[in-house]
């Protein structure tokens, strides 16, 4: 994503690059891609009229646990959830990811939410894990 120092890039940017550390510890793009790229999501932003909302996937939209960060009594709690939820009387928002060996459950009232928020932002959704 970056040239050699002393190269321009597609963009017309030299080998200055931007760090984009807190996202990856190697993850750097060139200057005239950074420029780019603003340039680009600012005409997004003007011509849809719409802000950009990033929501952190975890702890925002669902959260997780592991099989063994659970007691015995909340194993059985989620169990008997999985089993209302598959006799179709709720929407499904509990899962349990046997390959991954966790439990995962979407936040309270995130369906309405999103569906709120997509007619107001552009939405993105980041995590880190």
Do not use: W
């Not at 952190?56 to 089993?83: G, M, Q, R, Y």
């Not at 936040?107 to 995590?127: C, G």
């Amino acid at each position: 994503l970056k040239p050699e120092d002393g190269e321009e890039d597609e963009f017309g940017g030299a080998g200055d690059g931007v760090a984009l550390r807190y996202l990856h510890p190697n993850l750097e793009v060139s200057a005239g891609y950074a420029v780019a790229q603003r340039v680009k999501t600012t005409k997004e932003v003007t011509d849809n009229r719409k802000l950009f909302l990033v929501l952190d996937l975890d702890h925002t939209v669902l959260n997780s646990c592991k099989f063994n960060e659970i007691d015995e009594s909340t194993e059985l709690a989620l169990k008997k959830a999985l089993e209302v939820q598959a006799a179709g009387t709720t929407r499904a928002t509990l899962f349990r990811l046997a390959h991954l060996q966790m439990y995962t459950k979407l936040r309270p009232y995130v369906f309405e939410f999103l569906d709120q928020m997509k007619d107001i932002f552009q939405l993105y959704v980041y995590t880190m894990g």
